[in-house]
Nanobody, 123 residues
């Protein structure tokens, strides 16, 4: 069992930055792929990006590539989502999730989820 707690969401103006954190409980954190997803009202959950257990590889959705960066600190059991140049269309609830294996972009392949943190970007 893995428990995840996101934090760092809030209200920011377009062009601004936020850093989200996802703290994980449980052992063997470094064995898990960590993914970030987001969901806006009335829309399906959308893949944002993922990072391998070692932190050596990442992948991003085209919509955030070049603006968002994922990093992790396995000593702190924490993964981060640095969001720069935010746009109003980035407004959503952001979730972290874990799985073993490859960096899937499919939400249904992730095993454990956090409760989400809201990010609102004003124009």
């Amino acid at each position: 069992q893995v428990q995840l707690v996101e934090s760092g969401g809030g209200l920011v103006q377009a062009g601004g930055s936020l850093r989200l954190s996802c703290a994980a409980s449980g052992r063997s954190f470094g064995n898990y792929v960590m993914g970030w997803f987001r969901q806006a009202p009335g829309k399906e959950r959308e893949f944002v990006g993922a990072i391998t257990g070692s932190g050596g590889s990442t992948r991003y959705a085209d919509s955030v590539k070049g603006r968002f960066t994922i990093a992790r600190d396995n000593a702190k059991n924490t993964v981060y989502l640095q969001m720069n140049s935010l746009k109003p269309e980035d407004t959503a609830a952001y979730y972290c999730a874990v799985r073993q294996g490859y960096m899937s972009g499919s939400a249904r392949l992730y095993d454990y989820w956090g409760q989400g943190t809201q990010v609102t970007v004003s124009a």
